[in-house]
């Protein structure tokens, strides 16, 4: 019941005496008094004058039941003057006494000239009294007198509700929609009151905001330019779902209040939600020159700097908001990877350190620390931190992040390259268990096995796989020749390793390395040399020289 109070003292406007209520007296219908009375009405006129001022006196002395008594004399005395006649009701309503402001209001309502304010208070007295069917004529009556004040529409919609009529209660506010010559308060309160309806699950969340966006696109035709309307418009666009609407209110309210910093903040947003960095950056960038110590724009500034492979700026803004506020633990991380991005590893650690000196053991912490070691080449290390944020995971203290393939294609990475080639083929698995289809970890594990000349053949589908998907990848297409040399199948070999040199964008010395093992098994000698001294040419390896200088003279010399 308090929410239909609430909703009435918003939406009717009627003040208390302190804010400027006027004794009654003045603006006189003329009508004669529904009591019967024969008195003139001059003297009831000074009578009500007597009792408000009274009334007015106890109130400023905070004596409010003495100045309630004065109140509902002088709204009797003069049942014409409505805001006295309101203001008392007003009172008993919110000492929960409708039984008290009932009686008041209904005489009041007699007259033939009652105001649809006055009817729309007494809906409200007959709603708390629990008396839906007078609460309701009430409020229709109200709406029928004012029908272009929103509260009465509230009331009733309200009314419908508490008794279980939601259909009715969402009538109301189509009927308030269909009002055509309404004021741009009256359309964002009908918003709004929409959303509240939408917050309840009374309307579901995509009619809702359909209904929200048509009453904004309405306030906007009008043109508004009152700061706090435009505000209002633009916030009610982004609950409706709708930013790039927003966008344009928000515009128009920046160009007139440039240095508005909430709405620049706003629109920051917006941009990246709707995917546009440059006009972020620009935002932020302005926000960031107006208020300089404000950490968390450097940090989003660092953020889209990253995105952009900005990684000179990127990292100037991040440790920029570091400085001013070092207790960000993510932008931490967003460092981090800027380093590593950039190939400066030694950096990456710096900084993870910094953060694990600051912060407990977290999941982003281990994995960034994982990747870091693996990029110095510490391989062991990478391992440990892989782990230990495996570990985090599981125990769900990770704060939601789910173990995904990419991380299991990591740590699998990470054993290959340590020597502990079961933990990496197990790690391989759990990633392509969860993505069948993961090119990286098929071509991988593939390669692994048949570098190390086991499961070829398992080996051989794992690597067709990933090439039935990128039929182009020279990564790829070598690990197929790989695995085909190691099936004693050179013949076969031959072909993928060539489109291999052909599609790789520079000299690789492996693949040459490669083109030279499968020449030899075929006994293309003379081909097999020149791959080697070709892979020699691109990266200096002692291996292959050995291989060269093992050819046999007539090797050397014939094909």
């Known amino acids: 019941m308090p929410l239909l109070v609430a909703a009435v003292l918003t939406f009717c406007g009627c003040a208390a005496p302190s804010q400027g209520l006027q004794a009654p007296g003045g603006n006189r219908s003329g009508t004669e008094s529904p009591s019967g009375s024969t008195d003139s009405q001059s003297d009831i006129a000074v009578d009500a004058v007597a009792h408000f001022a009274t009334a007015l006196s106890y109130d400023l002395e ?38 008290k402001a009932i009686p008041l209001l209904e005489r009041s309502a007699k007259r033939k000239d009652a105001s649809g304010t006055l009817f729309a208070w007494l809906g409200l007295a007959y709603g708390q009294a629990n008396q839906p069917d007078k609460a309701i004529k009430a409020d229709k009556k109200a709406i029928n007198l004012l029908p272009d004040s929103l509260g009465a529409y509230q009331n009733l919609s309200h009314i419908y509700l508490q008794n279980g009529r939601t259909n009715d209660a969402v009538a109301v506010l189509d009927q308030a ?72 209110a928000f515009v128009r309210l920046l160009e007139r209040f440039p240095r508005m910093l909430l709405i620049r903040s706003k629109l920051a947003d917006i941009y990246l939600q709707t995917g546009n960095t440059q006009k972020a950056m620009e935002q932020l960038q ?9 950490a ?30 070092p207790g960000l633990e993510n932008v931490y991380y967003d460092l981090a990877r800027a380093h590593l991005m950039a190939r400066h590893p030694d950096l990456s650690h710096e900084v993870l350190e910094r953060a694990r000196a ?171 040399r020149e791959a080697w001294e070709n892979s020699l040419k691109a990266e200096e390896d002692p291996k292959v020289r050995t291989k060269l200088n093992s050819l046999t003279p007539v090797e050397k010399t014939n094909p």
């Open 62 to 99: 905070g004596r409010q039941v003495e100045a309630l008594d004065h109140y509902s004399q002088a709204a009797n005395q003069d049942l014409s003057y409505e805001p006295v006649v309101i203001e008392t009701a007003r009172r008993h309503l919110r000492a929960g006494e409708p039984d």
């Open 177 to 248: 929609a269909r009002r055509i010559s309404v004021d741009t308060e009256f359309l964002l309160d009908l918003a709004d009151l929409n959303d509240r309806y939408g917050q309840s699950r009374l309307i579901p969340p995509q009619v809702v905001r359909q209904r929200i966006t048509k009453l904004l696109d309405r306030v906007m035709e009008q043109d508004p330019e009152h700061p706090v309307i435009l505000q209002r418009v633009g916030d009610g666009y982004l609950k409706a779902g709708a930013p790039e609407k927003a966008e344009v």
């Open 286 to 294: 302005e926000l960031s020159a107006q208020n300089p110590t404000n």
């Open 296 to 325: 968390r724009t450097q940090a989003f500034l660092g953020m889209l700097a990253l995105d952009s492979n900005d990684l000179t700026n990127a990292v100037i803004y991040l440790e920029r908001a570091l400085t001013l506020e």
């Open 358 to 528: 600051r912060f407990h053991s977290s999941f982003m912490l281990e994995l960034y620390s994982g990747m870091t070691a693996a990029a110095q080449q510490k391989f062991n290390d990478a391992v440990r931190h892989f782990l230990s944020a495996e570990l985090i995971a599981k125990a769900g203290t990770s704060g939601g992040v789910q173990l995904n393939p990419q991380f299991f294609f990591q740590v699998g990475s990470a054993y290959e390259r340590s020597g502990d080639h079961a933990q990496a083929a197990e790690y391989f698995q759990k990633a392509l268990a969860m993505a069948p289809d993961f090119t990286e970890a098929l071509n991988y594990l593939g390669y692994m096995w048949a570098d190390l000349g086991i499961q070829l053949e398992q080996a051989r589908d794992l690597i067709e796989r990933a090439l039935k998907q990128q039929p182009e990848n020279p990564a790829y297409l070598d690990s197929l020749a790989w695995v085909l040399f190691k099936l004693k199948q050179p013949a076969e070999a031959l072909p993928p390793m060539l489109k291999a040199i052909e599609k790789s964008e520079e000299p690789d010395p492996v693949l040459f390395d490669h083109l030279g093992d499968i020449q030899h098994l075929i006994g293309n000698h003379a081909a097999a």
